[in-house]
């Protein structure tokens, strides 16, 4: 946003970070692409008429960021959701999709799409036979991740204490359990971490945008 109402780099302080997943290169399962490097050759080929699906923000940043270190000139088609491209998809009509984990997965599962790479800059112990962009030739980072925070200025034995209860939460077997069935892995990070975290997402975001052509609105 041109002004988004607060500055959020002093607004707002990370207590206790939850868990980060990353966004995924899909295919058709019955495409001839078996990894990013067929993809990206056929891409290149394909020259402008290439395109892909998306249907969050994130995944218009994964597929810009492939795309402009890639050297491919496919076109990136919007979705209400990520299900609503899958008959696009599986017809031809989008080459490939840059989407989140909980869909990919799922029609992975089902058989219908192959997942040819992840956004986040290491693998995930989520999914630890899936290769990332990077150890592929195409350097990213693009790791979605969920945390709690807390106005600027709050006590410290408050965040002390709402950090304790979510590093708790973090290390059950049952968390881990859950958030790796979505994809993603737990996050525990100290509050000073956490907060770092942020402050480079942030300017990493201002970057992604600019490439992905994201007018602030």
Request: avoid cysteine.
């Amino acid at each position: 946003y041109k002004d988004p109402g607060i500055d959020v780099r002093k607004a707002l302080e990370v207590v206790g970070t939850i868990n980060r997943q990353p966004f995924m290169i899909v295919v058709d399962a019955k495409s001839p692409y078996q990894t990013l490097a067929d993809l990206t050759k056929a891409m290149k080929e394909k020259g402008d008429k290439a395109s892909y699906a998306y249907a969050a923000t994130t995944g218009q940043v994964m597929g810009e960021l492939y795309k402009a270190k890639a050297g491919l000139k496919a076109v990136g088609v919007r979705y209400g959701t990520a299900s609503e491209s899958l008959n696009d998809q599986l017809s031809g009509r989008v080459d490939f999709g840059a989407h989140d984990p909980v869909y990919s997965l799922a029609e992975q599962r089902k058989g219908t799409l192959r997942i040819l790479g992840v956004s986040t800059g290491e693998r995930l112990d989520a999914n630890p036979q899936m290769k990332t962009m990077r150890e592929q030739g195409v350097d990213m980072d693009v790791t979605g991740w969920w945390a709690a925070m807390v106005p600027t200025g709050t006590p410290k034995e408050v965040k002390d204490t709402l950090n304790g209860w979510f590093v708790k939460a973090m290390q059950d077997p049952e968390t881990k359990k859950f958030l790796n069935s979505f994809g993603g892995d737990p996050l525990m990070e100290s509050p000073e971490k956490a907060q770092a975290r942020l402050l480079k997402d942030i300017n990493d975001w201002i970057e992604w945008g600019k490439i992905a052509n994201i007018e602030p609105k």
